[in-house]
């Protein structure tokens, strides 16, 4: 121990300052003797400090970024003094699920690309689609994302993205088809320029025209535009393998935006808000559409001038001299809304029952209405169910508000079109994979004929109606084979009506193929 003196010093205390300058003055000296060769070798390590300071520092940051990708697994899982393990985001964090894992790519030769223009309206484009990428996978090409087509009667300028999710429509794929959202830059600037292989290929075709026909082609142009794709391949005699890929892309690949995946959500939400069922009414009774079919049955002599000169103003519309009454017989035309209605009594539907229109514009408005509406009361549509602002987004594109009508039309109880157009078609084929779900395939030239003898007192009400209900009870979209009509493609069951190939469900034999 120290001696401590009066002074409050201690000897020990002393004599460590007295070393203490000793060592100092030592350790001057003989740094002055080595001079700057210490003070380099001193940077030398501050400067290996700094730099691998730096580099840990740009590690961190850099795996910070990509913890959405792979942080929930590694960064996440370790305790941080940022985020405890008891904190509300650490909880949140740990309920994120994990992305769902990509297929994997397939690795094939590319013979070339495919580049095609899609034409009609949203289903017609949709089922052309789903052919044009089985299409693409059997030919060995790389498939561009489809263009839409904008110069129909609707003139919709929606681009693909502004409709499906092409993000995920390419990566659900990877393992059948390269599908790529441009030409490579070398190839695009040919297509501006013009230089590019376009044409129509032959309707309802079976895969070995395209193997015999457009293959060489693509391999000898390296593109080939097709400008035409509806119903563009057949629905019959195809490997099982390109009828599955079908369903895959229709079921799977093709999914809507976020957007209206989830103002369809809502409008479903609101459908089913008091706990009861709703029926889905594809009331198929548009301006258009009638102007089309030459159809006028109910409609006074004004408005069968206005749409006679709206089928001559469209020459892509061939038929222009129609027999309204004629093709109506033969059920060649939509049911009118006041026909409708007494269908709907006859079948037993709850005179209370939310029914959804899933159409446009009615031609004729509240004046034809006033039957159906008279007979079912609770009656909605997208515009009186929605604000207008949920539906600014959408106003002037038809292919996004039938994208809408899709979805709600998929979950209903039941869904009943009154004419058997591209949507009717493609929806009952999605009903179907989803279960079988209640689809009432309505026999037009049944109806009408029913109709006009119910009108005229030939029949009863209760004969009527046994009449309806006996006609329609296998009519209810439950399984049965597609009927095949060789040579005769345009007259046999619509592949996307019944892609009997892709249901797991023992069939009904159906009515003998000729």
Same mark, same amino acid.
């Given at each position: 121990?120290?001696?401590l003196e009066k002074s409050g010093k201690s000897d020990c205390v002393e004599r460590q300052r007295q070393m203490g300058l000793k060592s100092f003055g030592e350790t001057t000296k003989a740094e002055k003797s080595k001079g700057p060769t210490v003070t380099r070798g001193r940077m030398k390590l501050w400067m290996i400090r700094a730099t691998t300071t730096v580099l840990l520092w740009t590690c961190v940051v850099q795996l910070t970024a990509l913890?959405?990708?792979?942080?929930? !697994?590694?960064?996440?899982?370790?305790?941080?003094?940022?985020?405890?393990?008891?904190?509300?985001?650490?909880?949140?964090?740990?309920?994120?699920?994990?992305?769902?894992?990509?297929?994997p790519k397939r690795v094939y030769k590319n013979n070339g690309y495919l580049m095609v223009s899609c034409n009609g309206g949203l289903n017609q484009m949709r089922a052309a689609i789903c052919d044009m990428v089985a299409i693409a996978r059997y030919l060995n090409v790389t498939l561009i994302v489809p263009e839409l087509d904008k110069t129909s009667f609707w003139a919709d300028p929606s681009e693909f993205k502004d409709i499906f999710d092409v993000?995920? +429509?390419?990566?659900?794929?990877?393992?059948?088809?390269?599908?790529?959202?441009?030409?490579?830059? !070398?190839?695009?600037?040919?297509?501006?320029?013009?230089? #590019?292989?376009?044409?129509?290929? =032959?309707?309802?075709?079976?895969?070995?025209?395209?193997?015999?026909? =457009?293959?060489?082609?693509?391999?000898?142009?390296?593109?080939?535009?097709?400008?035409?794709?509806?119903?563009?391949? @057949?629905?019959?005699?195809?490997?099982?393998?390109?009828?599955?890929?079908?369903?895959? #892309? $229709? +079921?799977?690949?093709? /999914?809507?935006?976020?957007?209206?995946?989830?103002?369809?959500? !809502?409008?479903?939400?609101?459908?089913?808000?008091?706990?009861?069922?709703?029926?889905?009414?594809?009331?198929?009774?548009?301006?258009?559409?009638?102007?089309?079919?030459?159809? %006028?049955?109910?409609?006074?002599?004004?408005?069968?001038?206005?749409? %006679?000169?709206? &089928?001559?103003?469209?020459?892509?519309?061939?038929?222009?001299?129609?027999?309204?009454?004629?093709?109506?017989?033969?059920?060649?035309?939509?049911?009118?809304?006041?026909?409708?209605?007494?269908?709907?009594? @006859?079948?037993?539907?709850?005179?209370?029952?939310?029914?959804?229109?899933?159409?446009?514009?009615?031609?004729?408005?509240?004046?034809?209405?006033?039957?159906?509406?008279?007979?079912?009361?609770?009656?909605?549509?997208?515009?009186?169910?929605?604000?207008?602002?949920?539906?600014?987004?959408?106003?002037?594109?038809?292919?996004?508000?039938?994208?809408?009508?899709?979805?709600?039309?998929?979950?209903?109880?039941? +869904? #009943?079109?009154?004419?058997?157009?591209?949507?009717?078609?493609?929806?009952?084929?999605?009903?179907?994979?989803?279960?079988? !779900?209640?689809? #009432?395939?309505?026999? /037009?030239?049944?109806?009408?004929?029913?109709?006009?003898?119910?009108?005229?007192?030939?029949?009863?009400? $209760?004969?009527?109606?046994?009449?309806?209900?006996?006609?329609? @009870?296998?009519?209810?979209?439950?399984?049965?084979? &597609?009927?095949? =009509?060789?040579?005769?493609?345009?007259?046999?069951?619509?592949?996307?009506?019944?892609?009997?190939?892709?249901?797991?469900? %023992?069939?009904?034999?159906?009515?003998?193929? %000729?």
């Open positions: 121990m120290c001696r913890g959405e990708m792979w942080g929930p !697994r590694v960064l996440k899982g370790w305790p941080s003094c940022f985020t405890p393990s008891d904190s509300s985001l650490a909880v949140k964090s740990s309920s994120i699920p994990e992305r769902i894992a990509l297929p993000d995920h +429509f390419i990566t659900s794929l990877r393992d059948e088809v390269r599908i790529l959202k441009e030409l490579p830059p !070398r190839l695009k600037r040919r297509v501006e320029l013009g230089m #590019v292989y376009s044409m129509p290929p =032959i309707s309802w075709s079976n895969i070995s025209y395209y193997l015999n026909q =457009i293959l060489p082609l693509i391999q000898k142009h390296k593109i080939v535009h097709l400008n035409k794709t509806d119903a563009r391949l @057949a629905n019959n005699g195809l490997p099982i393998e390109i009828q599955k890929l079908r369903c895959r #892309v $229709n +079921f799977s690949a093709l /999914r809507f935006t976020s957007q209206i995946e989830e103002l369809g959500r !809502r409008v479903i939400r609101l459908l089913r808000q008091n706990g009861g069922p709703f029926l889905v009414l594809h009331l198929r009774y548009e301006m258009d559409m009638l102007a089309f079919s030459g159809c %006028t049955h109910g409609c006074n002599d004004e408005e069968v001038e206005e749409l %006679t000169r709206m &089928r001559y103003a469209y020459p892509w519309w061939k038929e222009k001299v129609i027999n309204s009454d004629l093709k109506r017989k033969d059920g060649l035309c939509p049911l009118t809304p006041e026909e409708t209605a007494l269908i709907l009594k @006859a079948l037993d539907i709850d005179r209370n029952v939310r029914i959804y229109i899933a159409a446009g514009e009615i031609y004729g408005g509240e004046r034809r209405m006033l039957s159906l509406s008279s007979a079912y009361p609770n009656l909605v549509r997208k515009e009186t169910l929605l604000e207008s602002s949920d539906l600014r987004l959408f106003q002037n594109h038809s292919s996004q508000m039938a994208a809408l009508d899709y979805l709600v039309s998929l979950e209903s109880d039941i +869904f #009943v079109p009154t004419y058997d157009g591209n949507m009717a078609k493609v929806v009952e084929g999605h009903r179907r994979s989803l279960g079988f !779900r209640k689809t #009432v395939l309505l026999d /037009r030239k049944l109806l009408v004929d029913l109709i006009d003898r119910y009108n005229n007192g030939s029949l009863s009400w $209760n004969e009527f109606s046994s009449s309806v209900k006996e006609a329609h @009870a296998s009519r209810m979209g439950n399984a049965m084979s &597609r009927t095949v =009509i060789p040579d005769r493609p345009k007259e046999e069951d619509y592949f996307y009506s019944n892609p009997e190939e892709c249901l797991h469900q %023992t069939y009904e034999p159906s009515i003998s193929s %000729t």
